[in-house]
């Protein structure tokens, strides 16, 4: 089967969704993991934290990732999301 991240921003200092999947053991394997991008928006506060955390995805130990799906409904804006991977550093990276 494909291996999907799901990465869910919840504009909260609580992560309900977060919450909701640890308490119904959505997430049971030790493979699965959940990370969190809570007390902001990832269009915008979070971007630097957004980049991370797929940098982190893809370089894991885990096992090959075939697909990140970003979910960024509410008041995220997606064009500014989608552009947070167009982002180079000082070094051109």
């Not at 797929?54 to 999301?81: F, H, M, Q, R, W």
């Amino acid at each position: 089967g494909l291996r999907v991240a799901v990465i869910v921003n919840d504009m909260s200092v609580v992560n309900i969704d977060g919450a909701l999947l640890k308490e119904n053991q959505i997430v049971t394997s030790e493979e699965e993991q959940i990370i969190e991008l809570s007390n902001g928006c990832i269009c915008c506060t979070l971007k630097e934290d957004l980049l991370h955390k797929v940098a982190e995805l893809c370089t894991s130990n885990s096992g090959k990732i075939d697909y990140i799906l970003i979910e960024s409904t509410g008041i995220s804006e997606p064009l500014p999301v989608a552009q947070t991977f167009l982002y180079e550093d000082i070094y051109g990276r």
